[in-house]
């Protein structure tokens, strides 16, 4: 099993910068994609990016691109989210997901495990 804890949340006035954190325990296999998703009330569930296990490969999603980078530190099995220039529309309920899978998603539906989310609300 895995479990995936989220943290670095908070409320922050547009233009700021925030970063998130994934901590995973468990069976955190080296072909796992470790994802970030987020989900604004009334809206779904929406993808923001993924990395691979070695941090070579990386996804965006266009509304993120160039502002968010992720990235990992493999020694202590966390995944970070840093999220600068940060819009209101950025707010939501960021989650952490992980992928058993060698190639990269960007549906939640190809993810396998879930944290409980962490809240981002940025002010204008």
């Known amino acids: 099993q895995v479990q995936l804890e989220e943290s670095g949340g908070g409320l922050v006035q547009a233009g700021g910068s925030l970063r998130l954190s994934c901590d995973a325990s468990g069976r955190t296999f080296s072909s796992y994609y470790t994802g970030w998703f987020r989900q604004a009330p009334g809206k779904e569930r929406e993808f923001v990016s993924t990395?691979?296990?070695?941090?070579?490969?990386?996804l965006y999603a266009d509304s993120v691109k160039g502002r968010f980078t992720i990235s990992r530190d493999n020694a202590k099995n966390t995944v970070f989210l840093q999220m600068n220039s940060l819009k209101p529309e950025d707010t939501a309920l960021y989650y952490c997901?992980?992928?058993?899978?060698?190639?990269?998603?960007?549906?939640?539906?190809?993810?396998?495990?879930w944290g409980q989310g962490t809240q981002v609300t940025v002010s204008s």
């Open positions: 997901a992980l992928r058993r899978n060698a190639v990269p998603g960007i549906r939640t539906t190809g993810y396998d495990y």
């Open positions: 990395i691979n296990w070695s941090g070579s490969t990386t």
